[in-house]
């Protein structure tokens, strides 16, 4: 089996969780990630750009096998939801755009991949993250969202089913 990189996206609007992984025969080797923050002094559609940019920007420079997105949850905030259902189809467009396969995961789905319990809280999962992937030891620690953990969990669990599906 060769070397499977795979682009974790956890969306949103404000913030987007970004994550790369390497995954071999041995555990998945975490290459990039961050938390990409838009501007809110820029109008939406500049917001929008902003992402797709980034996501292009992303997947010419890693050229990920597969890119994996976290499907949207229902928000009681109309606003915000159709905001981050927007960014998702921002982020949809630019991986089709560059012909990569997209796959997509509930937020069950991805908690039951990474703890084994499809409703763990926010806490369990970065907990496991930290277990499943080598983080780097730098004041961004310190920083690190809850997105960016988010999209790195997307990303090992597209490892995890891809690798489980294969023959």
């Not at 555990?27 to 980034?54: F, M, W």
Request: a positive charge.
């Amino acid at each position: 089996m060769q070397n499977k990189i795979i682009l974790g996206i956890d969306p949103g609007y404000g913030r987007i969780g970004l994550a790369v992984i390497e995954k071999s025969k041995g555990n998945p080797v975490l290459v990039y990630s961050e938390c990409l923050e838009t501007d809110a002094k820029l109008p939406h559609s500049q917001r929008l750009l902003t992402i797709g940019e980034k996501i292009k920007e992303i997947i010419k420079k890693y050229k990920p096998e597969q890119v994996a997105v976290e499907t949207l949850l229902w928000s009681k905030n109309k606003k915000t939801a159709l905001q981050v259902a927007e960014a998702r189809g921002v982020i949809l467009l630019e991986v089709a755009r560059q012909n990569v396969i997209l796959r997509e995961f509930n937020p069950n789905q991805i908690k039951l991949a990474i703890t084994g319990y499809g409703k763990s809280d926010k806490k369990q999962v970065i907990s496991m993250v930290k277990k499943l992937v080598k983080l780097p030891q730098t004041v961004k620690e310190q920083k690190r969202h809850d997105d960016e953990y988010d999209a790195i969990a997307i990303a090992l669990t597209c490892s995890a089913i891809s690798l489980s599906t294969e023959v």
